[in-house]
């Protein structure tokens, strides 16, 4: 093993951790979901990104290490990416139109 290796410099991109199992999967997902939702709609990986975060909802949720309180929580949102996956559209969950509780200003000062 070479010096700079043991030391912590070089051999070891910025980016790279060693996380427990349970963790990798959580920052795999997440990355997921951030890749989903800030693709173009036109991305052809979306529906494959989709596919892909209720795999690894569906495995966490049933993780011996996590919470039973978690495990709800996941299962949940695993529900919700299948019916977006089910509808076939691009349309991420946070940008469903929802009322507004008060009238936007027609401007900003």
Known sequence: ??????????????????LPSTEALMAGT???????AQSAESCPNRQ???????????????????TPQMRTMLSNLRTRWQLVAESG???????????????APESVH
């Open 89 to 103: 559209k691009s349309d991420t969950l946070a940008r469903q139109q929802t009322p507004l509780w008060h009238q």
């Open 48 to 66: 494959l990104m989709v596919r892909k975060l209720i795999s690894n909802l569906f495995f966490l949720a049933n993780h011996p290490d996590i």
């Open 1 to 18: 093993m070479n010096s700079s290796t043991q030391s912590g410099q070089g051999g070891h991109d910025e980016e790279e951790y060693l």
């Open 30 to 36: 997440f990355a997921l979901m951030t890749g989903y």
